[in-house]
């Protein structure tokens, strides 16, 4: 009896938006298998593994070689889940794909995939999924050339980010606009902004995000050549 594990997919799929209250959840009754629980599972598989080969989860895993395979199975996962009508799925493809473009330096691809994701996930009214695709269309508009776009769509989702007490993303986002800030040699307003993000990452218990926050503050510092506080 798998009905403890629905549940459990049920609480931690709920979406964000949604309000406080009292809800009733009605589990249909088990029916065959068909040909579209089999393409699902397929997507997903793909999906999934995808994942683990460009980001690097487990060993020999996120090294150049696996990358055209996990944009192979992407890509793959994004048709099934597409033909399946599941646009949850398809979204997160779509947003992995923009990442692995990313990476690569392929940021026209990178954009094309994060405008369509960001689209899926304001049609789901998923505000957290929505924040993660605009941070990566302002990193992909800002790599296309345009510093002041980029800036924008960046500076929109941290306020998304501030209204949903989000600090974690909050953090993220504030040492994104550092970083592109100090790119763009204005370091001294990249360190306010980097002390900001150490101070939510502090508060947010995210240490991998805190130590990379003050690696970038030492860097903007250097570059103003104050290299006793870096």
């Known amino acids: 009896n798998n009905t403890g594990d629905v549940l459990h997919w049920i609480v931690w799929n709920i979406p964000a938006a949604a309000k406080l209250g009292s809800y009733r959840i009605v589990l249909d009754p088990p029916r065959p298998a068909t040909s579209g629980d089999g393409k699902r599972v397929s997507a997903q598989r793909d999906y999934e593994q995808a994942v683990r080969l460009w980001r690097g989860l487990g060993e020999g895993q996120g090294t150049p070689q696996g990358r055209p395979e996990a944009l192979r199975r992407l890509e793959s996962a994004l048709g099934a889940f597409r033909s399946e009508g599941d646009r949850r799925g398809e979204g997160e493809a779509l947003e992995e794909i923009a990442g692995l473009h990313a990476l690569v330096n392929r940021q026209a691809q990178a954009l094309s995939s994060a405008e369509q994701a960001l689209a899926i996930y304001r049609e789901l009214e998923d505000r957290s999924a929505e924040v993660a695709a605009r941070g990566r269309i302002g990193w992909a508009t800002y790599w296309l050339g345009d510093t002041r776009r980029g800036i924008e769509h ?58 990379f926050s003050l690696n970038n503050l030492g860097t903007a510092y250097k570059d103003l050549g104050e290299y006793g506080k870096a």
């Open 154 to 211: 960046l500076q929109d989702v941290l306020g998304m980010a501030r209204d949903m007490s989000n600090e974690w993303r909050e953090a993220i986002c504030l040492n994104d606009l550092g970083t592109i800030y100090r790119r763009s040699g204005e370091a001294e307003k990249a360190i306010e902004l980097h002390e900001q993000a150490i101070a939510k990452s502090r508060a947010s218990g995210n240490r991998r995000a805190e130590a």
